[in-house]
């Protein structure tokens, strides 16, 4: 028997996801090593609805509830979420529609740019300076506005 619950992962907090849950991206906070984000979108319940917000959750490895951080609302379907390197302030989202959107979780603002139609993969480069996206069979490098902080 290889199994060793020392080493076992343990549940400290839970969270319930959308049953419709379209991508989710987690980050751990660099200024506390117990606490992580969780970001999370869903699909649509009603195609004739607006898609539901990305909602921003702050999980503790020390267990309790998690907090709800902010909800953004969105004009399409999300369809890719991802943090930006070692940041849990900066994440990246996009939407059915093009739309790839930066958002600066602590600053309260947002940078977007427009892509193809439809779902694709979105990267940023750590610094933020630079975005890729790709879809099919071609990939696109965007140059983002300069941040500051």
Known sequence: DIYDSRNAFMVVSSLR?????????????????KTCVVALCAGPADPAQLPPPIEVWGVSANGGSPQNLCRLQLDAPCCSL?????????????????????????????????????????????DRSLMISAAESCFRVFRAPAIEG
Do not use: T
């Open 17 to 33: 996801l959308p049953v419709n849950l379209q991508d989710i991206a987690i980050q751990q906070k660099s200024s506390e090593g």
């Open 82 to 126: 991802d943090f930006c390197h070692s940041s849990s302030s900066f994440l990246l989202s996009g939407s059915e529609d093009g739309r790839a959107v930066l958002y600066d979780l602590d600053g309260h603002w947002e940078n977007e740019c427009h892509d193809q139609l439809g779902k694709r993969s979105l990267s940023i480069s750590p």
